[in-house]
């Protein structure tokens, strides 16, 4: 009695399968850490156009600055509080009304005219 042996050539896919797994990878990290430095240099860029805004303006951006940015928790508690008074609802009646509506019988939508009556007895 012989059992079935079952051999799998992995050479034809391995190339194939590395190369896109690979490159895969490779442009999934890339794209994050592009994102990671757009992310941090934003808010750089942000902050350098403040200063100079108030510097044109006449004022100190040392002492201006301090009151400028938020931490990162009141503004969650400030976005949190908009959110939740946009998400206000009307108040409902609770009053479930059922009106019957009567419509004229229409052969059209019957289901006993589509049937086939095969048994010819």
């Known amino acids: 009695m012989t059992l079935m042996k079952i051999e799998m050539d ?3 896919a391995l190339g194939e399968g590395l190369t ?4 895969g990878y490779v442009t999934v990290f890339s794209a994050l850490v592009v994102l990671y430095f757009v992310f941090t240099y934003l808010a750089r860029m942000h902050k350098s156009q403040v200063r100079s805004r108030l510097i044109r303006q006449g004022k100190q951006p040392e002492e201006c600055c301090r009151d400028i940015f938020i931490p990162g928790d009141t503004v969650a508690a ?6 939740l008074y946009n998400e206000l609802h ?3 009646s609770n009053v479930i009304t ?3 509506v009567s419509k004229a019988y229409s052969p059209w939508s019957s ?7 095969l048994n010819k007895w």
């Open 78 to 83: 400030i976005s949190m509080a908009i959110y």
């Open 20 to 23: 896109i797994a690979v490159v």
């Open 10 to 12: 992995f050479s034809a």
């Open 90 to 92: 009307d108040e409902e």
């Open 111 to 117: 289901k006993i005219y589509g049937l086939r009556n």
């Open 98 to 100: 059922i009106k019957k």
